[in-house]
């Protein structure tokens, strides 16, 4: 008896995991440049509440604190990345021109969201314990 072998696909050497991991490469050229913005733009709010505020804020800063603050911050990074959720599935729907103007509104936006989020942690669950 023999096997039949299956005719080689049109799509040879474009695996679903091959393309997947060209759209994961394809977002992360985007995304992984501009978290080094995003993560100074929060360190900024941070390094101005703690200036602007230095004496009411002097006795927080501990050892303790500065832990806390680092799972804050990967809090915040964890949440970037979240991006590559909307962006990846977008980018088998959109054209190179309005996926850029898209992928960089998500990023104006998210990185004000992230801003407010950071002033608003600081002077509202912060701020007011610190004694």
């Known amino acids: 008896m023999e096997t ?6 049109q799509d040879f050497g474009h695996s679903p995991s091959s393309q997947f991991r060209g759209q994961l490469a394809d977002a992360a050229r985007f995304w992984e440049p501009r978290r080094l913005i995003y993560n100074f733009i929060l360190i900024l709010v941070t390094v101005t509440w703690v200036m602007a505020t230095w004496p009411h804020f002097r006795p927080a800063l501990t050892l303790t604190s500065l832990f806390l603050m680092s799972i804050l911050a990967l809090i915040a990074n964890a949440c970037y990345s979240a991006a590559y ?47």
């Open 4 to 9: 039949a072998h299956p005719a080689p696909s």
């Open 85 to 131: 959720f909307v962006d990846i599935p977008l980018q088998s729907t959109a054209t190179g021109a309005s996926r850029n103007r898209f992928r960089w509104g998500l990023w104006t936006l998210g990185t004000l969201f992230a801003f407010v989020l950071a002033n608003y942690w600081i002077a509202d669950e912060i701020y007011p314990d610190v004694h």
